[in-house]
Structures are given as structure tokens and as C-alpha cells.
Nanobody, 125 residues
Framework: QLQLVESGGGLVQPGGSLRLSCAASGFTLDYYAIGWFRQAPGKEREGVSCISSSGGSTNYADSVKGRFTISRDNAKNTVYLQMNSLKPEDTAVYYC??????????????????WGQGTQVTVSS
């Protein structure tokens, strides 16, 4: 069973930065596309960013373009989401997911893959 664990969330002031990590256990991430998604209270889950298995292709939601960067270190079996210039509207639980098809991540398909438990990000002064 694929197991993903997110970490790195927390409370940060507007304009601050956080780096989220998505670590895999029990399997290697090498062959999987990875997506970051988020869900704010009372809102539907939305896709934030995707990265292909090779790392050669990435995709971002318009709301985070230029502020967030997704990357992966397959040697560490980990994917990262660097979040800069954070805004209060970025407050949400952030989830990572692993799937075999990058295009399903990009299309925000709910059947994309296996999900982690999430990490809370709160942007507030």
C-alpha cells in the first residue's frame, strides 16, 4: 500500500515562506507523478501543483504561479513544495498524492492516486 506523509506545515505571517515535504514509505516515488492539493474550510479541494515522475514537467494553479515551486528528490524519495509570498488565502490543509499518470494530476482528477493525511498551513498575522 502506498503511504505518503506530509510535513512542514505551520503558522506563518503573510509574505512568509514554508517548504512542505511529501515522503513516501513502502514504495519508491521514481515512477509516480506527484501532486499537491489543498482544501480550505468550507471549500472544495483544489489542485495546487503537479510534477511528472522524471521532474521534467510541472504544472501550477494560476493562484500560486510565481510563488510556489514543486520539486522532487528521488534519491530521498521525497517531493517538496516551496511556498513563498504566502497570503491568507493560501490557508488550507495541504495534501500530496502519488499517481501513475501526470495528466490525471494536471486535470485534477479525483481518482489521480493515493493520498497522504495532510498538513495544515495557516497564513495569518
Amino acid at each position: 500500500q502506498l503511504q505518503l506523509v506530509e510535513s512542514g506545515g505551520g503558522l506563518v505571517q503573510p509574505g512568509g515562506s514554508l517548504r512542505l515535504s511529501c515522503a513516501a514509505s513502502g514504495f519508491t516515488l521514481d515512477y509516480y507523478a506527484i501532486g499537491w492539493f489543498r482544501q480550505a474550510p468550507g471549500k472544495e479541494r483544489e489542485g495546487v501543483s503537479c510534477i511528472s515522475s522524471s521532474g521534467g514537467s510541472t504544472n501550477y494553479a494560476d493562484s500560486v504561479k510565481g510563488r510556489f515551486t514543486i520539486s522532487r528528490d528521488n534519491a530521498k524519495n521525497t517531493v517538496y513544495l516551496q511556498m513563498n509570498s504566502l497570503k491568507p488565502e493560501d490557508t488550507a490543509v495541504y495534501y500530496c498524492a502519488a499517481g501513475l499518470l501526470f495528466r490525471l494530476c494536471v486535470s485534477r482528477n479525483p481518482d489521480f492516486g493515493s493520498w497522504g493525511q495532510g498538513t495544515q498551513v495557516t497564513v495569518s498575522s
